[in-house]
Structures are given as structure tokens and as C-alpha cells.
């Protein structure tokens, strides 16, 4: 019985001494708390609204398209000034409870922290809902000799533009229309040119009507010797009949490709009666030469 009554007077002495110590250990504290929404590069911001642990904003908070929401404010372990190894805002939706969280930029000497957000760094689900967004502040440390708390910031209110939500929904898939055939896109391209300009033809027929009119003046000047005209088919029956059908054939494809070939089909022919053209002409030539030789004319 004595050492029943012992014992729960040792526990009793231990709790009481346990509460004194936690009394005593000093907790995280924040002061200059401010929090403020203002679109970029604006002097003057939308709202200014000062919290403390124990104070938070009392009417919920707007944020628009264009704004970010800045927290600033200085860290404090109990009446000191310090810098916790943890300090996050949570944000969390309301209806659904999913939550995100941002770290606080510390200034490792002053203590001093800052925090910037704006819908470019929320999901998409909370941008695409009307549910407002509860803010918490978290600050802890390692170790045991300072309490870590949490800290009721505010109710944000989301009063997004139609644009950013909807590229929330694309980002999530919930897109009306995901996959779709697009528009036919037509190409209208400029048609080949079917002649060579005017001025340049009349060019090049000028400069073969002054050829033949000098060839015939020729003729008509020297005179045309045409009694040698039998000899020379008997000598080469096929090589002049070939050699003038070719100069008129290549002559007919430079026409074709003034009126309608193209450039391969024009090539294409000429690969097969060029040949033609300078074999048999080589046989033509090669008979006038042994007439000449011969001293006839």
C-alpha cells in the first residue's frame, strides 16, 4: 500500500514537472505579418490585410487573373529572432481537401520571409473550381527546444479570366473537344508559266527569220548547186534523210515545249533523237567532205 501510494505520487511530481517544461519551451512566432494581392508591376496593391497567430484575415481574399498574392513577414522563436528549418504556406481546397504547399524565402541573417503566388504556380484543379482555398502557414524546427505551430493565414477566393481557366481544363483533359479533324488547309500555289515571255520569243524568231533570209540570200547569191543532190542520196541514202529529220524533229520539241511539255518531257525526247541527230549528221558530213575532195561542188 505504501509503495502503491509512492509511485502515483512520483508520477504526479513528473507530470507536473513535464507541463512546467513545456511551458517553459519557447515557440514559433511570427511579426509584421502582412498579406497583400497587386497585379505586376502596380505600386498601389488591390489588398493589404495584416495577421497574426492568433488573428487571421477576417474577410476572404480575392485573387483576379493578372495578380499575385504576396506574404511577408519576420520570424520570430519566441521574443527572438530566428530562422526555422521548416516554413511552408499550405494551400488547400475546401471542398476536396487537396492541397499544395509553397516554402517561404528566409533571409538567413534578418529572419525576414517572403512568398509570392499566382495561377501560373496553382494546380489546375483548383483554378478550374469555385471552391475558395483555406491558407495555413507551418513553421518548425528539428529540434525540441521551440514548439512548432500552425498559423491560420486566410480564405482566398479564385476570380480567374475565361482564358486561364480553360487552359486549366485542357491541362486537366476536360477539354469539350480533346481530338478533333482540324480545318483542310488548302495550298493555292502560282501555276507554272506555260510560254516564255512575249519579248523574248519575238527575240529569238527575229534572230531565225534573219537566219534563213541570210541562208537563202546566200543561196540565191553563190548558187545552189541541187544536180548533186542525187549523187549525195545515193552515197548516203539513210544519213541525210535521218540528219534532216532529226534538225526538224528537235526543232518540233522546242516547239512542244513552247506550247505545252515541260522540262523532263522536253529533255526526255532530246536524249532520244540527239543521238540521232549526230550520228546521222557525222555520215552527211563525212559525204559532202569526200565530194569536196573530189572537187565537186
Same mark, same amino acid.
Request: hydrophobic share 45%; aromatic share 8%; charged share 15%.
Given at each position: 500500500?505504501?509503495?502503491? +501510494? ?18 517553459? %519551451?519557447?515557440?514559433? *512566432? ?46 520570430? =522563436? ?15 481546397? =475546401? !471542398? ?8 517561404? !524565402? /528566409?533571409?538567413?541573417?534578418? =529572419? ?9 504556380? #496553382?494546380?489546375?484543379?483548383? +483554378? ?12 518548425? !524546427?528539428?529540434?525540441?527546444? +521551440? ?24 491541362? #486537366?483533359?476536360?477539354?469539350? /473537344? ?11 500555289? %502560282?501555276? !507554272?508559266?506555260? *510560254? ?13 527569220? &534573219? ?24 552515197? =548516203? ?17 522546242? /516547239? ?5 511539255? *515541260? ?13 540521232? &541527230? ?9 559525204? /559532202?567532205?569526200?565530194? %569536196? ?5
Amino acid at each position: 500500500m505504501r509503495w502503491g +501510494i509512492i509511485a502515483t505520487a512520483v508520477a504526479g511530481l513528473a507530470a507536473v514537472v513535464a507541463a512546467q517544461d513545456a511551458g517553459a %519551451r519557447p515557440k514559433w *512566432n511570427i511579426s509584421g505579418a502582412k498579406l497583400v494581392t497587386a497585379k505586376k508591376g502596380d505600386t498601389s496593391p488591390s489588398v493589404s490585410e495584416e495577421f497574426t497567430i492568433d488573428k487571421p484575415v477576417s474577410t476572404p481574399i480575392t485573387l483576379s487573373s493578372g495578380e499575385a498574392l504576396r506574404l511577408s513577414m519576420t520570424f520570430k =522563436a519566441g521574443n527572438e529572432v530566428g530562422v526555422p528549418h521548416q516554413a511552408y504556406l499550405f494551400v488547400q481546397q =475546401a !471542398d476536396t481537401g487537396i492541397e499544395t504547399f509553397f516554402p517561404f !524565402d /528566409v533571409a538567413p541573417t534578418t =529572419a525576414k520571409a517572403k512568398l509570392e503566388i499566382t495561377h501560373k504556380d #496553382l494546380p489546375p484543379s483548383f +483554378i478550374v473550381s469555385s471552391s475558395p482555398l483555406t491558407l495555413t502557414m507551418a513553421i518548425g !524546427d528539428f529540434t525540441e527546444n +521551440i514548439k512548432s505551430i500552425f498559423i491560420p493565414v486566410a480564405q482566398v477566393q479564385l476570380n480567374f479570366d475565361s482564358m486561364t481557366v480553360s487552359a486549366a481544363k485542357r491541362s #486537366l483533359g476536360e477539354s469539350p /473537344v480533346v481530338y478533333a479533324p482540324l480545318p483542310e488547309l488548302r495550298h493555292t500555289f %502560282r501555276p !507554272d508559266p506555260k *510560254n516564255p515571255p512575249k519579248i523574248l520569243t519575238l527575240i529569238f524568231l527575229g534572230a531565225i527569220g &534573219a537566219a534563213l533570209v541570210g541562208l537563202f540570200g546566200a543561196w540565191a547569191t553563190l548558187g545552189a548547186n541541187l544536180s548533186a543532190l542525187p549523187k549525195a542520196l545515193r552515197a =548516203a541514202p539513210l544519213s541525210h534523210p535521218t540528219f534532216l529529220a532529226s534538225v526538224l524533229g528537235l526543232e518540233g520539241i522546242f /516547239v512542244m515545249y513552247y506550247l505545252k511539255w *515541260n522540262l523532263f518531257q522536253t529533255l526526255t525526247a532530246a536524249i532520244i533523237v540527239g543521238p540521232v &541527230a549526230f550520228y546521222s549528221g557525222s555520215r552527211t558530213l563525212r559525204e /559532202v567532205r569526200a565530194r %569536196r575532195l573530189n572537187g565537186e561542188r
